[in-house]
């Protein structure tokens, strides 16, 4: 490549010069290409530790003067090939021009100026976004691919000097970062050192101490442990390699591919060496804790934050901290923890501007909001732009109010006197109100059948008014009270002050009146409820009257959902909890339903209106259980190692011993997945979803760690789970709220007695209290810190549950031992991924993988990975024909005809090639040459066999019977199409099972075309094997003696065919078919004098089944002389046809086909549809054919093909091998991998 000039001060250091004129050098690197020796061995060294460019480009072109000493790197290029291209156009287009100039100054000046106009002119055709990354990154990036074969899909995310430790030596090297893969290269005094690891296959990623080795990184893998040191940036790589790694999980996960993000803004100024994507990951990072920080929406992207201090009005203080600008919120975050939460949305804003500067309060800005609050920041480093930031984020949020509700006129109290705010509907009307906020039309949910929620089923249902007017429901007003008048200091609604404050209020207990709207508030929900007007009334309008498998899980499981509550003991409960998760079903059909959901949202429906229970849920599901609900409950699994953890950490003793028991694993799935409301009394169980709201899934961690640590006399004494299991659900059973004004509710869950003796009753703020005294120290983050490491730990696990689970569905019909189908399904896993992020069409390839589906169908692949695993795998390799027959296996395999194949199809295809007998291997090799494995374009005459593959007829089925058949399939069709039939699948499944109880009989017969076809892949086959000429022997002989074979069975089909009206003739024709049996075989002994052996093994085979190769080609008169459809069998006179015919074999078997003849044939038969039939003509013979048992008798009289096919393969060999160059496929042809200077 060209190279903008750059002065060089000692051209002959480190380079050899290899040519020169007066005004150019062409230079090599010492110790590139062969030899090299010591000299070679150090520069190599040198230029890896070093990261010279010399490691991917050793050749270079200098200008020089004569007079001058100093030189100008103008070109460079990684092969000789490249370099010697820019050295002839410079001779060429240059010196004769050069020599004019009188000044060497005018010289330079002039090489520079054209350089670099061949610079910019190859710079037009580049993409744009190229051109954000700094050149020596590029530089970088070109080397990673020349070093480890990447494709130019795979983008290099950043680089790093390091050491790998291999045993107790470090090897300094590079690292390089790659959306998909981990890749580390070293070369120190001739020792190289290459590494390539997927980020899928990583296990375990921890960033660790030892005296062996400092500071480090380890990276596991399911066969490796690896570990990295000497980082200049230790925690910054790590943190990218956790990003990378977690990006792998979620592709593992949910197939989400990674995809860059192109609208990322430029830098203000440039940044060194640091790419767009790491850029774009960088900003990833960011929004994801920004947006969990503060509980926004997903789509948030944080546009910039700054230091400032806040006035709290509460306390009159400024409280210094952070300030966040997204594109419709402003956020404060102080420093000190728990000092104050500020959250602004633009939606709220009125006024922003900037107020007086002074010493005390130098650069103010204040913001106002509708609800008459205004928010005083200071100490804004760049105000000016940030106002501009502002007001261009006001532009664009939407100037129409958002939906009017109850509870949004009632959070505008925030400036009201101290008076008492009166009681008002904790819910909105919005989800049922006559008129909707779209269009302003009636909504109706269910066609007016049964009224919808307008507010909390609570309410409708409250029945003991005993219990407010006595004690509880003084402590009632007292709280509700004493949220009031923290409303009046630190505002009400989405701008609240949250600090210490409001936390201690939510462990008191939340009053009832109250608890919807802070639910609303703390979880983020409220935000995607009014910025999302009529969204859940038209999903519940579009999924009312749909059917599929969540709404049939959710009919199911609508009556089990607190059945002992009142509200959903009527229809009233029931339809609106069906109209919540089915709405959500069909936002989200990734997660559709999951058990427990149905419990969370009945909950969610007592304290809230639909449209309020329906965005709780998705903020559960989507932000704050990530995971949890999906068909493998993979969230709620992180949490529980999460739990085990933290059980190690804080209770030691404890942990060994419920680890033995195996109850962590039990107990943490129901106490997460419902939020302890299936294990504890409703009343209690709600104060921790209040607290849950405020704290997140730290809250829960905590408190499971306290109910631990409560039971630990007793749980040390267990003997079995079992007795475990008692004493902790009679512990749940009994925290009781006192407190609450509910009428209380059957607890139907654990049922547990205790002897004589009274259970012992735990208050629900007392077990709160205690767990915040003693676990308060758990952080947010550290929490986000130890989810990523679980979460590669759970999916691994579930990852190799899935191929055990694969391999054993597989195993009972497939030949292969299991620790090859284990191997096979790596590598068929590791293709399908691969397509997903280098294929050429890879949102199709993510597309195809259905998580709802079994593990055996989840991966799949297409026609093009299929060819290279078969091409890597196959035993029968064919050269330049293996990709043929690798696309015939394929069509071979695809039963369903949707051009993509499972693992258990893959491994059926696989198995034939390599294990059973002669016989089993050979049939494999048949069917590839008929249909549908054989295309009609590569044959033309194959109709019998086409008919026998997609109709499955049989050679014994008449015409009639297809007729009859086809009258009778489109009412299967129709019976198929009941569900309730089951009894007509069983009997389809019966059909299916022993239609697969093939036999060699069952084989249509083969054409003249597709034999051809069958000996050029035989010919192809052995071209590389080492008894090679043996083996053409062999195969020049049975081909020979099968076009006999033919021929004779030729004069059999011909005479039927002849009189087939005939029923009698028919009958008589046998003595006939007889006689001329060896008649016509003595006629063809003739012709090919120079192969006795074969004419005496064909007359035996001829003589010992004379008749029944007459019954069967009898049989098949009608069938195939009906079914083909030659235009040679339109002529009506016979004697024509065999005149033709025995043109055709005499033109074929001349000098019984020999190698020389075969590889005549494969020039012929290799043309494809018009062409072939055009190049042969009327010498393929339609009346020709050869049956399997022909075919397979002929080949056990060589000894030479029957040692080929019964040799055994080591497809584990392979499976190595393959590993080892799968990623080799995207270098240049000349690039020497094994080069000493990298």
Request: glycine share 6%.
């Amino acid at each position: 490549m060209w190279l903008g000039p750059e002065e060089v001060l000692l051209a002959g250091a480190l380079w050899v010069t290899e040519r020169a004129n007066p005004f150019f050098l062409l230079q090599r690197r010492r110790g590139h290409g062969k030899g090299g020796g010591l000299t070679g061995l150090l520069v190599g060294t040198l230029d890896v530790v070093l990261d010279s460019s010399a490691r991917v480009a050793p050749y270079r072109i200098l200008h020089q003067t004569q007079d001058s000493q100093v030189y100008w790197a103008v070109a460079c290029g990684s092969s000789r090939k490249e370099i010697t291209k820019h050295w002839e156009w410079l001779e060429n287009n240059l010196l004769q021009t050069l020599s004019i100039f009188d000044n060497e100054e005018d010289i330079t000046t002039f090489v520079k100026g054209k350089i670099h106009g061949i610079i910019a002119e190859e710079n037009k055709n580049e993409q744009p976004q190229s051109e954000e990354d700094p050149g020596k990154f590029k530089e970088a990036e070109l080397k990673m691919r020349k070093q480890f074969g990447m494709p130019e899909v795979e983008k290099l995310v950043n680089y790093y000097s390091c050491s790998y430790w291999k045993g107790r030596v470090p090897r300094q090297g590079w690292l390089y970062l790659t959306v998909n893969h981990l890749c580390f290269y070293s070369f120190l005094l001739g020792k190289e050192v290459t590494l390539v690891i997927q980020w899928v296959d990583v296990t375990q990623l921890e960033k660790n101490a030892t005296l062996l080795f400092p500071e480090c990184i380890k990276v596991n893998t399911r066969d490796s442990e690896l570990y990295f040191s000497m980082f200049l940036n230790i925690n910054e790589t790590f943190k990218l390699m956790e990003q990378l790694a977690n990006i792998a999980m979620r592709q593992l996960l949910d197939n989400e591919s990674f995809l860059q993000d192109k609208s990322l803004p430029k830098p203000r100024k440039p940044l060194k060496n640091i790419s767009a994507l790491k850029r774009d990951l960088d900003a990833r990072a960011k929004n994801e804790c920004y947006r969990a920080t503060f509980r926004l929406p997903k789509d948030e992207c944080l546009d910039g934050h700054t230091d400032c201090t806040l006035w709290t009005p509460f306390n009159k203080t400024h409280i210094p901290g952070q300030m966040f600008v997204s594109n419709n919120y402003i956020c404060f975050a102080s420093r000190a923890e728990e000092a104050c939460h500020l959250i602004i949305p633009l939606r709220e804003v009125t006024i922003v501007e900037k107020a007086d500067s002074s010493s005390v309060l130098p650069s103010p800005l204040s913001i106002s909001t509708k609800s008459k609050m205004t928010f005083f920041f200071a100490n804004l480093k760049d105000r000016d732009f940030l106002v501009q930031r502002i007001s261009d984020f006001l532009q664009r949020t939407p100037s129409k109010k958002p939906c009017g509700t109850d509870r949004e006129w009632k959070w505008n109290l925030a400036d009201a006197s101290c008076e008492e705010v009166p009681e008002l509907p904790s819910s909105s009307p919005l989800a049922i109100s006559p008129m909707s906020a779209l269009g302003h039309r009636p909504v109706n949910f269910c066609a007016g059948e049964v009224p919808t929620a307008s507010q909390g089923l609570l309410k409708l249902f409250r029945r003991n008014s005993e219990e407010l007017s006595g004690p509880k429901g003084a402590k009632e007003k007292m709280k509700e009270e004493s949220w009031n008048i923290h409303f009046f200091e630190y505002g009400r609604g989405m701008c609240m002050y949250r600090t210490a404050k409001t936390r201690e209020l939510v462990q008191k207990g939340i009053p009832e009146n109250l608890r919807g709207e802070l639910w609303l508030l703390f979880s983020g929900a409220w935000n995607e409820m009014v910025t999302h007007p009529g969204y859940y009334a038209d999903l519940v309008e579009k999924s009312m009257g749909k059917y599929n498998l969540a709404t049939e899980e959710i009919e199911r499981d609508l009556h089990r959902s607190m059945p002992e509550h009142p509200a959903f003991q009527n229809e009233l409960g029931i339809a609106a909890l069906r109209r919540v998760l089915t709405a959500y079903a069909f936002r989200n059909p990734t997660i559709g339903y999951c058990q427990a959901m149905n419990i969370v949202t009945s909950v969610l429906l007592l304290y809230c209106n639909e449209e309020e229970a329906f965005w709780l849920l998705v903020a559960l599901c989507e932000r704050m259980l990530p995971d949890y609900y999906n068909t493998r409950v993979v969230g709620a699994l992180v949490d529980q190692g999460i739990f085990e953890e933290l059980t190690r950490e804080y209770l030691p003793q404890l942990s060994e011993k419920m680890q033995d028991l195996g109850v962590i694993s039990t107990i943490s799935l129901s106490w997460f997945l419902t939020l302890f409301l299936s294990v504890m009394p409703f009343e209690s169980a709600v104060v921790i979803v209040d607290c849950f709201f405020y704290e997140g899934i730290k809250f829960i961690l905590q408190v499971s760690l306290a109910i631990l640590d409560a039971n630990m006399e007793k749980l040390l004494k267990c003997c079995d789970e079992g007795e475990a299991m008692t004493i902790l659900g009679r512990y749940l059973d009994n925290v009781v709220n006192r407190q609450s004004v509910s009428p209380p509710i059957p607890h139907l869950h654990a049922l547990l007695t205790s002897g004589d003796d009274p259970p012992l009753e735990i208050d629900i703020f007392e077990l709160i209290k205690t767990s915040y005294e003693k676990y308060s120290n758990l952080k947010a983050d550290d929490i986000e810190q130890m989810r990523f490491k679980q979460r590669l730990k759970v999916i691994q696990s579930l990852e190799d549950t899935a191929k055990k689970s694969v391999v054993r569905a597989v195993s009972g019909d497939i030949s292969f031992s299991i620790e090859e189908l284990e191997e096979l399904y790596v590598v068929f896993k590791a293709k399908y991924l691969m397509s997903c992020y280098w294929g050429n069409n890879r949102a199709a390839a993510a597309a195809r993988r259905d998580q709802s589906l079994p593990y055996l169908e989840q991966y799949r692949i297409d026609m093009e990975q299929f060819r290279d695993l078969f091409i890597s795998l196959t035993p029968w390799a064919c050269g330049a024909h293996t990709p043929v027959l690798a696309g015939r296996m394929f069509r071979l395999l695809d039963e369903n005809r949707d051009s993509l194949i499972n693992f258990k199809e893959f491994v059926t295809g696989m198995s034939g090639m390599y294990h059973g007998d002669l016989t089993e291997k050979l049939k494999v090799l048949y069917k590839l040459h008929l249909p549908p494995a054989l295309n009609p374009e590569e044959t033309e005459s194959a109709l019998e066999a086409t008919s026998y593959f997609t109709e499955d007829v049989t050679t014994e089925e008449t015409q009639e019977d297809k007729g009859r058949r086809n009258e009778n399939g489109p009412e299967k069709e129709e019976k198929g199409t009941s569900p309730q039939d089951y009894r007509y699948y069983l009997r389809m499944w019966a059909k299916e099972k022993e239609s697969k109880k093939e036999t060699i009989k069952d084989l249509p017969k083969m054409s003249q075309e597709q034999f051809i076809e069958l000996c050029k892949t035989l010919y192809n086959m052995f071209s590389e094997d080492p008894v090679e000429q043996e083996l053409y022997h062999a195969i020049a002989t049975v081909a020979s003696l099968l076009l006999r074979i033919g021929e004779v069975g030729k004069k059999f089909s011909n005479r039927p065919t002849r009189k087939s009206e005939d029923c009698k003739a028919n009958n008589t024709q046998d003595p006939v078919s007889e006689e001329e049996s060896p008649t016509s075989e003595q006629s063809q002994n003739s012709a090919v004098e120079q192969q006795p052996q074969a004419d005496h093994e064909e007359k035996a085979s001829i003589d010992a089944q004379p008749e029944k190769t007459q019954q069967e080609n009898q049989t098949l008169g009608d069938v195939s002389g009906e079914g083909q459809g030659s235009p040679l069998q339109l002529l009506s006179d016979d004697e024509t046809k065999d005149d033709m015919s025995m043109s055709s074999y005499s033109m074929v078997s001349t000098g019984s086909l020999q190698c020389e003849d075969i590889a005549d044939d494969t020039v012929l038969v290799g043309c494809e549809g018009s062409s072939a039939a055009a190049r042969y003509g009327s010498t393929i013979d339609t009346d020709w054919s050869i049956s399997f048992e022909q075919i397979l008798a002929s080949m056990l009289t060589e000894t030479a093909l029957v040692n080929y096919f019964e040799k055994k393969v080591n497809i584990l060999q392979k499976i190595k091998d393959q590993k080892k160059v799968e990623r080799q496929f995207s270098s240049s042809s000349d690039y020497e991998l094994s080069s000493v200077s990298g």
